[in-house]
């Protein structure tokens, strides 16, 4: 679905296209189930598109992942293929509303911006504990193991890991899980 509008794909063409192949990239080490790669990408790009044409879209790159994300984790549940190996539980809060308006799926997709900022931000053996625990749901124990120090440590340092985000989101307007 080429936009028509020279503006928009203009817009496409730098704001989007140049994340496609770490999207796929990323579909294709994520989500091993998902058969073609290639409907979800188009998919994504058709809802990106939409989005654009209703209003300003402010992180494409999280607006296209999160979007991406939903439709293999649907594309996975309709074909009743087992999780992928990593994915860890997942939460059906998390994922976008697909009746959700517009400006709804933009804030969450900002929203999973600033969490992916902030946990880069933090250092490196929080942001190791955190992805592991939160991400990709591993136990304290698996966590552990995985990266060969005490649970007392993981423990430690996810609690660091957890107040320096919160403190990442309140420097950046956000208030126990209020928009500003």
């Known amino acids: 679905m080429p936009p028509q509008d020279p503006e928009q794909a203009r817009w496409f063409v730098d704001e989007v296209l140049p994340h496609e192949p770490q999207l796929r990239g990323w579909l294709r080490a994520r989500f091993p189930g998902v058969q073609d790669v290639d409907d979800i990408v188009q998919e994504s790009f058709a809802r990106l598109l939409r989005a654009h044409a209703s209003g300003p879209v402010a992180c494409a790159r999280a607006f296209l992942f999160?979007?991406?994300?939903?439709?293999?984790?649907?594309?996975?549940?309709?074909?009743?293929?087992?999780?992928?190996?990593?994915?860890?539980?997942?939460?059906?809060?998390?994922?976008?509303?697909?009746?959700?308006?517009?400006?709804?799926?933009?804030?969450?997709?900002?929203?999973?911006?600033?969490?992916?900022?902030a946990i880069q931000a933090l250092p490196d053996r929080c942001r190791q504990i955190i992805t592991l625990r939160k991400i990709y749901g591993l136990s304290q124990k698996e966590t552990a193991e995985r990266l060969g120090i005490s649970e007392h440590t993981v423990e430690a340092q996810g609690v660091i890991g957890l107040r320096k985000c919160i403190e990442y989101f309140r420097r950046h307007g956000y208030r126990a899980g209020l928009r500003p």
């Open 66 to 117: 999160v979007t991406a994300r939903n439709l293999a984790l649907n594309h996975l549940r309709h074909q009743r293929v087992e999780r992928p190996e990593g994915t860890g539980e997942i939460d059906p809060h998390t994922l976008l509303d697909e009746r959700a308006g517009v400006p709804e799926s933009v804030a969450d997709a900002e929203e999973f911006q600033i969490l992916i900022r």
